[in-house]
């Protein structure tokens, strides 16, 4: 059996049937970094002491008959989750060598589960870009086509479970950072509601937008990581107190007469052929499950890129004051006063992409332009939200490409920071909204590169996204095909 590319309910069975331990499943995969990963760079770090240390106490666990779905699976975690102890750079100069003295809600739930922490994946500073290229650590390749990127800003976890270096991988996503790689990479990845999984432990960055999530092969595994991930977490204020469902029996739900919503605007101009036709095929796929698929309109949607480079580059510029070379982070070597040390901290520490976000945040907040651009979009995002309460009247769930085009090559859009901001279209609303979206791939292009199709639920819904995700990986393959 193919150890790599197996699912994690079939991974889960072989070890509580004792046939494998989680000691040799975590070799198999720190085997495969060890020779894959110089390639893809998809690792900041990897803890194969920590990891292996996790996998014997899972192989007690089992022994005892005390596991869980996840006792004993290897996972990448995305490089801005604070691990206690392991060292966490958010792929930044700033931080690194910042070692938390705390641990985040997500990693410290799959730990509790039992889950392996294989390392810490490559991303895009901060989280901020679409193609892991403002990495301080170097771009991430995509395992389909090495000149490529795998898309941003969690290119490293896309990557590593593409490429099977673990059995799958959390992410975040503030404007598609879940979605947007997953599509590139032929993967599956899922933004929660906003609130649905704690933010605790995640280094902030846009923190009205900022969402953890699951990225796997397929999507009943991304239903058992967002059961142990999900839910009310006294330690973040925005997260929700409500009730979390069985993801993994919601699955089975049936998509006949499922009312599926089409809009418009996501079918204009500048989509590529290959993602039309992918996701064309898609909703006819759909259909021949049952549901039914509705045109509308967001007439708004136009208006996401703008409101979201106001409002997320706002938030950073206040959430990454803290920076500051006095309390953790990079210091510059010899000040001569304060205020040096504060400038010069900032400059070396921060890369092009971050300190850009900086300028334009202060800049939107700053008197006199802070009710013309900040308050402007705080409204527009308001219509935002409204439009798709209005399509959620009429359907259960939207569907939409995932992004404009596939997978773009390493260096192509990078002297042009509209070109890359513009990768995010079609996902970037979905964040200002707050609601759950999910990449699935739906096809290949010409190049055979992965195209990748989204559904948009409704607040809390993400049983929904994943049941209709699920009908259609029942009847489809395009989530098992692998790069060579
Ligand atoms: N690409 C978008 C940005 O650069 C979204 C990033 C993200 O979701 N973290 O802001």
Same mark, same amino acid.
């Given at each position: ?48 002491? #920590?990891?292996? =240390? !996790? &996998?014997? $106490? *899972?192989? /007690?666990? @089992? %022994? ?8 004993? +699976? ?80 969690? #290119?490293?976890? =896309? !990557? &590593?479970? $593409? *490429?099977? /270096?673990? @059995? %799958? ?8 950072? +879940? ?84 809009? !418009?605007?996501?079918? *204009? ?216």
């Amino acid at each position: 059996m193919d150890l790599s590319h197996i699912s994690l309910t079939d991974a889960a069975e072989l070890l509580r049937s004792r046939s494998l331990s989680a000691v040799e499943l975590t070799r198999h995969f720190l085997n495969r970094i060890e020779t894959t990963d110089p390639t893809l760079n998809a690792f900041i770090t990897v803890d194969a002491a #920590g990891a292996l =240390a !996790a &996998a014997e $106490a *899972a192989d /007690l666990r @089992l %022994a005892q008959g005390q596991a869980t779905p996840l006792t004993g +699976i290897p996972l990448a975690i995305k490089d801005l989750f604070c691990t206690q102890g392991l060292r966490t750079t958010c792929a930044s100069k700033m931080l690194q060598h910042f070692v938390p003295p705390y641990e985040s809600t997500v990693t410290r739930r799959l730990k509790a589960a039992g889950a392996v922490v294989l390392g810490k994946t490559n991303m895009d500073e901060f989280a901020m870009g679409s193609s892991n290229e403002t990495s301080f650590f170097g771009p991430v390749r995509n395992p389909w086509d090495h000149d490529r990127t795998p898309g941003g800003s969690s #290119g490293g976890s =896309a !990557a &590593a479970t $593409a *490429a099977g /270096l673990c @059995l %799958a991988a959390i992410g975040t996503d503030t404007g598609g950072s +879940i979605r947007q790689p997953a599509a590139l990479t032929g993967t599956t990845g899922l933004k929660p509601t906003y609130g649905r999984v704690s933010r605790y432990g995640m280094i902030a960055f846009a923190s009205s937008l900022d969402q953890a999530g699951p990225m796997t092969r397929s999507v009943a595994d991304a239903a058992t990581l967002l059961q142990a991930m999900a839910g009310h977490d006294p330690l973040d204020s925005t997260s929700i107190d409500a009730p979390v469902p069985d993801y993994q029996s919601g699955l089975t739900t049936s998509m006949r007469g499922m009312r599926i919503g089409i809009p !418009a605007e996501y079918f *204009a101009d500048g989509l590529a052929d290959s993602v039309r036709r992918g996701v064309e095929q898609a909703m006819e796929t759909f259909r021949s499950l049952g549901a039914q698929c509705l045109s509308l309109s967001l007439p708004s949607t136009a208006y996401a890129i703008p409101t979201y480079y106001i409002i997320a580059p706002a938030e950073a510029s206040s959430n990454l004051a803290r920076y500051d070379g006095i309390r953790f982070g990079h210091r510059c070597a010899d000040p001569q006063d304060l205020q040096e040390m504060y400038a010069r901290s900032r400059s070396e520490g921060f890369g092009a992409e971050v300190k850009r976000r900086i300028m334009l945040g202060t800049y939107v907040l700053s008197s006199g332009y802070y009710d013309a651009y900040y308050r402007k979009a705080q409204k527009v995002r308001r219509l935002i939200a409204d439009d798709f309460q209005s399509a959620f009247t009429q359907v259960d769930l939207l569907l939409t490409p995932t992004t404009p085009e596939t997978a773009f090559r390493i260096g192509e859009k990078n002297s042009d920071p509209v070109q890359m901001y513009l990768s995010d279209i079609f996902t970037i609303n979905v964040n200002l909204a707050g609601l759950p979206g999910l990449s699935l791939p739906c096809g290949f292009d010409e190049n055979n590169l992965p195209v990748g199709v989204q559904l948009i639920g409704r607040p809390l819904q993400e049983a929904t996204l994943l049941a209709a995700g699920h009908a259609f990986q029942q009847v489809t393959d395009w989530h098992l095909r692998r790069p060579s």
